[in-house]
């Protein structure tokens, strides 16, 4: 964090403070009748669409580490994975609501810095920020945002209608996110007791802006609805491949066959891994933070599939009774496991 400039933020209070960094906001959706400056919003959407809410919570030195995290970079990922949640159901993100809890070692331009990420996020992807509550906090920074979106009547995409047969599809590569936060974390420990210590990020630009500014793949459900595709079932990649599809087959009571050849994965993160001496396939499958859209689509769609740029199928949903699996570049048959992030996990016991 920049410490140029300090001004307590006790010199504002609550409510200046809300009003300091919420200043200047212009609402974009119809849906939002009014936003910041009551008791609460006033929302208004027609009666053909449904509303979907999602919500998420980050806390320092658990989700993030401001040691190498700018606070800007911060705000806009804080917002993306919660459209990301809204994009994976089919839908349009609206509005969001922001609510901090503040350590007494930021300041007002500390905040001003993590609202300016979260502003430009809601800029690029046409969504209002309608709210929101500030608290003190005892250990370090806390951000819960929650997304409000729509979707038509019957077009909501969840994750318990895969069906037998159906394609399994993928967006984008994997693994890279995981393989940046490994490469801020090296460079963490290499600086430490280095004040004037300069990362070396050459080649690798890709990785860190994975991790630090990952994107919602509204692009993805926009050429899904030009092919005139509604996928069976849906979610994004945010704890790993492995885990995500093991909970659409849960849901959908189904099986899987994916295949390690079709594992869409970038150059940099395979140099990476090699350089790090980390199996490749397992970062992709269990890294997490990708925030791509992994779904499902009836076999009738294939031909629609292969138009598509940037998805990418990997395999099929089969019967419950024969599992889910991965079938090797040899052939064999290796069970799934859900080994991606977990936040409640003990790590004493670890």
Not at 1 to 26: A, N, R, V, Y
Not at 174 to 191: D, F, H, N, P, T
Not at 242 to 269: A, F
């Amino acid at each position: 964090m920049s410490d140029e400039k300090q001004t307590e933020i006790s010199t504002l209070g609550e409510f200046g403070l809300i009003e300091h960094i919420t200043e200047g906001l212009e609402n974009i959706n119809n849906s939002t009748v009014y936003s910041v400056g009551d008791d609460a919003a006033i929302l208004h959407y027609p009666s053909d669409h449904e509303i979907l809410v999602t919500t998420d919570l980050l806390l320092e030195n658990i989700h993030f580490d401001l040691t190498y995290v700018p606070l800007k970079h911060l705000g806009y990922k804080s917002a993306i994975v919660n459209f990301s949640d809204i994009y994976a159901m089919n839908g349009t993100p609206r509005q969001i609501t922001v609510s901090l809890g503040i350590s007494s070692r930021f300041t007002i331009e500390h905040i001003e810095q993590l609202y300016a990420g979260i502003r430009l996020a809601c800029e690029e992807y046409n969504v209002d920020i309608i709210g929101g509550d500030t608290s003190a906090s005892r250990q370090g920074l806390v951000i819960s945002i929650t997304c409000i979106g729509e979707v038509p009547l019957g077009k909501a995409v969840r994750r318990n209608g895969a069906n037998e047969t159906d394609l399994i599809c993928v967006s984008g590569d994997l693994g890279a996110a995981y393989m940046g936060l490994q490469l801020l974390e090296r460079e963490k420990e290499v600086s430490k007791g280095q004040p004037d210590f300069v990362p070396d990020f050459a080649g690798k630009e890709y990785l860190i802006e994975r991790q630090l500014k990952p994107e919602a793949r509204r692009d993805i459900i926009a050429e899904l609805a030009e092919q005139g595709i509604i996928p069976t079932a849906m979610m994004d990649i945010s704890d790993g491949l492995s885990s995500e599809l093991l909970h659409i087959c849960k849901q959908s009571e189904k099986g899987c066959r994916i295949y390690e050849d079709r594992i869409p994965i970038d150059y940099q993160t395979a140099i990476m891994a090699e350089e790090l001496n980390m199996n490749l396939v397992t970062a992709a499958m269990n890294g997490g933070e990708d925030y791509e859209l992994l779904f499902t689509v009836p076999l009738t769609d294939h031909e629609k599939i292969e138009k598509m740029k940037g998805v990418k199928v990997i395999g099929y949903i089969c019967k419950a009774e024969l599992g889910c699996a991965m079938i090797t570049r040899d052939g064999t048959e290796i069970s799934l496991k859900a080994q991606g992030w977990n936040p409640l996990a003990n790590k004493e016991n670890d």
